[in-house]
């Protein structure tokens, strides 16, 4: 139990997948405009990441290594993720077209979005059980949704204060982040178990 609640905090705070692995910066960057665009960012992310990791890792394990096709673990990857964005696009499409508008192109870039990728190839690599790479895909998720929104959250604040011209827009954007990555610093002294 205390490796899955060492997984679970360190994936979230001390390693997360933003601030501290740099993964997903096109989509933290780009839908962190709006709160409600970014929680569905996030949302999407953790449904296309959960999927893909167990679908992977069940892959990798019953038939790359087994037939020795390990160098097609990346194409293998990229494709299970895309037919899942699909998927997704599909269902967004369908029940919440309000949500699939707002997230319009970034959207179809999951398919690209190397947090997915970084976290199915992670568990490969780390030799991770099913639980623990379901968990891990998880709380990378929840970590991945919680910078996007803390960063949507002090951006939609920063359009209502007097940002001096020259820093309007992307260069008070790319200040915030760097501040909420050191403050993410703050956890990678913490070690459990």
Known sequence: MLEYISIIITAIFVNNIVFAQFLGICPFIGVSR?????????AA?????????????????????????????????????????????????????????????FLPLITTNCAVLGVAITVVQKGMNLGESIVYALATAVGFTMAIAIFAGIREQLAWTSVPKAMRGVPIAMICAGLLAMAFMGFSGIKIG
């Open 34 to 42: 709006k709160l409600s665009s970014a929680v569905g960012m996030g």
């Open 45 to 105: 992310v953790t449904f296309v990441m959960l999927l893909a990791t167990a679908i992977t890792w069940a892959l990798q394990d019953l038939v790359l290594n087994p037939f020795g096709l390990g160098f097609m673990q990346t194409i293998v990857f990229i494709l299970v993720i895309a037919a899942l964005v699909q998927m997704l696009e599909i269902i967004l499409k369908k029940i919440a077209p309000v949500l699939y508008s707002a997230l319009g192109v």
